[in-house]
Each structure stands twice: as C-alpha cells, then as structure tokens.
C-alpha cells in the first residue's frame, strides 16, 4: 500500500513537471525558403550561377555544333569515302558522341556543386537569424512551414522578425 502510494506520488510529481516545462515552451514556424529567397546574398548567388550555367551551356553548344559539322560532313561524303576512312571518321563520331554526353554528366555534377558551395553561406546566415531571433524572443522551437502538417490559431510566424533582424525591407 506504501508503495502504491509512492508511486502515484512520483507519477503526479512528474506529470505536474511535464505540464509546466511544457508550459514554459514557446513555438513558432518560418518558411525558411522565403527567407532565403529575399536575402541580397541569395540574389548575388543566383547571378554566380547564372554565369556557371551559361558558361557550361556555351562550352555544350560549341560541342554540339562540331558534332553536327562532322556529321553533316559525314553524311555528304561518306560513300565516297574509302572503306578505311568511313570507318575512322564513324569512330570520331562515336567518340564525340560519348565526350559530350561525359560532358553533360561531368556539368551537371559540377552545377550542383557550385549551387552548394554558392547557397550554403546564404542558407547558415538564415538559420543564424532565426537562432538569434528565437533567443531574443525566448522561442523553444522553431519549425519549417513547409513541413508543418498543422498550425494553430496564434502561433507566431517568425519570418518578419527574421527579415528584420537581416534589414530586409520587403
């Protein structure tokens, strides 16, 4: 009997220090993306790769365009070609063919790692924010929007006082 009361002790203690602490916490959610978005440092990212874009594009295009010069020239002349030369030419062909698909795959990693290496900054000095603004507001946790499955009536959204604290006019 003691100890049944002990325990039905402890177990009010502990749901009576579950309920305050829960009390104590506060919630909010940012669209972090949106955040992003209107950062001057994101705009200036976009324009670096923009210009990585563009470069890659312009080096796959000058690839393409020889590769359609000799094949033209391939179609034009290959049966007067000899045997021998047809076969050489073919296999520059199928060489090209494969150097620019290398290339492709080769620009597509390379653009990734370049929106990485060019967004990440932007995307730290984010989260920064948010972390200052969620102390200075005595914020528990802060939740991403674009993940929340529920959000209720009065719940703070953090996104101008992140704004605020970067000196986003917008």
Sequence with gaps: MKNTLKLALAVAI????????????KL?????NELVVLMPEYDTAMAKLQKVATDLENAMEEMQVEYNRKLDEYSRNQESWTDLVRQSKGQELQQMGQRIQM??????????????????????KANKAIENVAKEQGITHVFNSQTLLYKAVGTIDLLSAAKQHLGIRN
């Design 28 to 32: 909010t959610y940012i669209d972090i």
């Design 14 to 25: 502990f749901a009576l220090c579950g309920k305050v602490s829960a009390q104590n916490e």
């Design 103 to 124: 290339f492709q795959e080769s620009a597509s990693e390379s653009y990734g790692i370049e929106q990485q290496k060019l967004t990440q900054p932007v995307i730290e």
